[in-house]
């Protein structure tokens, strides 16, 4: 076994407007230092196929799926004030899903180790019935739902490290106790969700864990906000599955943020995710735009899949601000998750 990798040349039809921050040299960029750094030729590529609307389905409204396909018929449109569409959108969108689905399902399925997946358009924004923040359809959360539609796994944890909280994919799985979100996540910022009291409803509380942090936090703080909550409560859910929501624009030097962390951080929390779920974790590509900083995070996530020893630098100590989100949590869980 080894590590899968999804790309696809496809991808990058997925045109932004002039000046856009979501643009195929993201994607580009990673793929390029990938194979520059011999990662890519170490992993087992795994093709793009389109999502099925049974698999797309399952998450999104069928109005949802008619109208992203409808936008293949415009050289360009504006969903929203952030979120457009090419006419190689809809295609792009069905085969980031579905390529996402086939590689989580080889993991789960023990045919491969782990996995990336370098994926345009992003997902973590997009709603059942709604397109936004970039997003058109919530690839995790359609992936999530087809291994256990598929059998491969009933329990599944979310980690999103996106800036950005992913309230398409908690909105999902609100009321699911088998689906573990949680999100790590500038705040207050776009979109508004990810407080601290949304836990979940109904059957699902306690099964949406938010740490919402205030700029500036780097290293340091998400390795605390991964040791002292994610950790103790998956260890608690047992997951038999790792979907990370690997958005990169918590980088240092991100133009739409203004956290800090690492390539070597980024690495330092994939390999605490690599020893969930016997390892099989599979990160998929959501935001991050300084090109530098996202190429370099994502070689450092793969390398780290891959199994290539690094030690771990000496991050310091979390900042007060940081530590009083993370107490704030834990108040929040403490009903749900007896280990924090």
């Known amino acids: 076994m080894t590590t899968g990798l999804v790309f696809d040349e496809r991808f990058l039809d997925h045109r932004a407007p002039p000046g856009h921050p979501e643009h195929a040299g993201r994607a580009a960029a990673i793929w390029s230092r990938l194979e520059s750094e011999g990662l890519a030729a170490r992993c087992r590529r795994v093709p793009a196929r389109e999502a099925t609307d049974a698999e797309l389905e ?9 109208a992203i396909a409808e936008t293949a018929r415009h050289e360009s449109l504006r969903l929203d004030p952030d979120t457009y569409t090419s006419s190689g ?8 899903a579905g390529g ?12 491969l180790s782990d996995g990336f997946a370098v994926l345009r358009p992003p997902g973590h924004h ?17 992936a999530a739902r087809a291994v256990q539609a598929a059998g491969a796994a009933k329990r599944v944890l979310i980690v999103d490290w996106d800036l950005h909280h992913g309230n398409g994919t908690q909105h999902s799985f609100r009321e699911d106790p088998s689906v573990l979100y949680f999100s790590v996540h500038q705040f207050p910022f776009y979109p508004g969700t990810g407080a601290v009291a949304e836990i979940g409803g109904g059957e699902g509380r306690g099964f949406t864990i938010n740490v919402p942090f205030p700029g500036g936090m780097g ?13 103790p409560a998956a260890d608690a859910f047992d997951p038999e599955l790792v979907l990370v929501s ?8 991100d133009p739409l943020g203004s956290m800090r962390v690492s390539p070597e951080g980024y690495g330092a929390l994939t390999r605490r995710l690599l020893g969930l779920a ?20 994502a070689a450092a996530c793969v390398r780290a899949l891959l199994g290539d020893p690094a030690p771990e630098p000496a991050f310091g100590e979390p900042a007060r601000l940081a530590r009083a989100a993370i107490a704030a949590v834990k108040d929040a869980q403490k009903e749900y998750w007896a280990g924090l």
Do not use: K, Q, W
């Open 58 to 66: 399952r998450v999104h409204t069928p109005r949802h799926v008619r």
């Open 89 to 96: 959108s809809a295609l792009a969108a069905r085969l980031s």
């Open 100 to 111: 996402l689905v086939d590689l989580a399902l080889a993991v789960a399925e023990g045919r």
């Open 126 to 142: 997009a709603e059942a019935e709604r397109a936004m923040g970039f997003c058109l359809f919530n690839n995790v959360a359609v």
């Open 219 to 231: 290293d340091a703080e998400y390795l605390a906000a991964f040791d002292g909550v994610l950790l």
């Open 246 to 253: 690997a958005g990169f624009d918590a980088a240092d030097g």
């Open 278 to 297: 016997g390892g099989r974790v599979v990160l998929a590509l959501e935001g991050g735009y300084d090109l530098d900083a996202i190429a370099r995070s």
